[in-house]
């Protein structure tokens, strides 16, 4: 639980200031995945899908209450440009990242009786990132496609 506690405590340490989102243009890289992969490794699927739950809260939080021109992917509550987010938003900021927990711990707790502990945590860790890189951008594709279509013709025109 301490860890946990921890680990929580990192998150929102990482949300409230500008170390968990780095913009880059219009996206940001992001490093709030670490503690939920941290937490997935050291206690288990459960406490990083937990964790993971967190990263997808304060991601749509952000979005809501600090939105920039891609926010509408990650917030129902933001219309940008008149594409406005929706149900496939909350799907985007939350399964991506609760998978990300639970991917990596799964991993981790499958290959440490098969490998070493730096190999399974490094498979753990990439195979966590991937998980959640790949889930949003699948997840923005299939869901916001069209809607990212119009965004980015009326951004071209603005």
């Keep these: 639980m301490t860890i946990f506690s921890m680990l929580l405590a990192?998150?929102?340490?990482?949300?409230?200031?500008?170390?968990?989102y780095l913009p880059i243009g219009v996206l940001s890289i992001t490093t709030m995945h670490i503690p939920v992969i941290i937490s997935g490794i050291l206690l288990g699927k459960k406490e990083g899908a937990a964790l993971g739950f967190v990263f997808g809260l304060t991601s749509m939080i952000r979005a809501t209450l600090q939105p920039s021109v891609t926010s509408f992917c990650f917030?129902?509550?933001?219309?940008?440009?008149?594409i406005s987010g929706n149900y496939a938003s909350v799907l985007i900021a939350f399964l991506p990242r609760i998978l990300l927990g639970f991917v990596s711990g799964f991993i981790y707790e499958n290959m440490i009786h098969k490998f070493n502990n730096k190999i399974t945590i490094i498979v753990s860790?990439?195979?966590?990132?991937?998980t959640n890189t790949i889930l949003v951008l699948l997840g923005i594709y299939i869901f916001l496609d069209k809607l990212m279509l119009v965004f980015w013709v009326w951004l071209m025109k603005h």
Excluded at 125 to 130: E, I, K, P, V, Y
């Design 10 to 20: 990192i998150e929102i340490i990482l949300v409230m200031t500008p170390l968990g």
């Design 75 to 82: 917030s129902p509550f933001i219309t940008i440009g008149g």
């Design 125 to 130: 860790s990439l195979a966590g990132t991937l």
